[in-house]
């Protein structure tokens, strides 16, 4: 009960898988206890059911402007700057890639679609709405279908940055911590795509010595940029941004409002 005390002055629903018996009777004590309880009805089951009846027919209305980009080019640090945006990446928590759970516990795709759909509930009103361009699967979760063929039809911006910022940002993103630069230093071993023995032997080299820029500077050239370059060549750009500086990223954009009706 010294868990449920914190939310003594907040309205607390409580469930099980189907709704009965158990859910009830919390419901009923936590009543008398002077709580403000709701049983939620069908229980967790009867929500789900919600969920992804909705979601998977989900209508929604804004245009979608897509950012494209290298690895480490600042996309989800630009499109956070603005209101209208979806973070998928926040929402699955995983950066889409090898190294994308360093630092971070992923959501099951469960919570995804529910924190996804919140998400369209509170901007589905927008004109349009920034998200990443991103593969159909982040990490262990999978895009809804509705909004990835949405995304296919946006209007697509292509970030740019330099490869010393990129490799500074990656610095700040995933070796700002221990624990994060064991991780990274443990998948970096047992990296085999696209990069050769001999330029993985030197990323892990110079990630025990802490040369953290130069460890991640070859990362970008010889591993993420042939591994994604070939997608984006695969994209037809609208606009382009270069993010050396977010605030004129964030102009660049705003310059593009008359694509995105």
């Keep these: 009960m010294k868990e449920v005390s914190k939310y003594k002055d907040k309205e607390i629903i409580v469930n099980c898988w189907r709704g009965g018996m158990r859910s009830k009777t919390v419901v009923s004590l936590l009543d008398s206890l002077g709580y403000n309880t709701l049983q939620l009805e069908g229980g967790y089951k009867a929500y789900r059911a919600y969920v992804k009846e909705r979601l998977y027919n989900y209508q929604f209305k804004p245009k979608l402007v897509v950012l494209y980009g290298l690895t480490c080019t600042g996309k989800t640090e630009l499109l956070l700057k603005f209101a209208n945006s979806i973070d998928l990446e926040g929402l699955a928590q995983h950066r889409s890639s090898l190294y994308g759970a360093i630092g971070l516990v992923p959501n099951s795709q469960k919570k995804f679609e529910s924190l996804l759909l919140q998400k369209l509930d ?10 990443e361009g991103e593969s159909r699967r982040i990490g262990n979760v999978i895009i809804p279908e509705l909004l990835w063929k949405s995304m ?40 085999f795509k696209v990069i050769s023995k001999q330029k993985k032997e030197e990323i892990i080299t110079n990630l025990e010595e802490k040369k953290y820029f130069e460890a991640v500077k070859i990362l970008l050239e010889f591993y993420y940029d042939p591994l ?24 660049r954009i705003n310059e593009n409002d008359y694509r995105f009706e």
């Design 152 to 191: 296919k039809k946006g209007v697509n911006g292509h970030i740019k940055r330099s490869i010393e910022n990129r490799a500074k940002a990656g610095v700040a993103e995933y070796l700002n911590t221990e624990e994060k630069q064991k991780g990274v230093l443990e998948v970096t071993k047992r990296l």
């Design 228 to 251: 994604y370059s070939h997608t984006l060549k695969s994209v037809k750009f609208d606009f382009e941004v270069d993010n050396d500086n977010v605030l004129e990223g964030i102009e």
């Design 122 to 131: 509170e901007l589905n009103q927008e004109k349009w709405v920034i998200i």
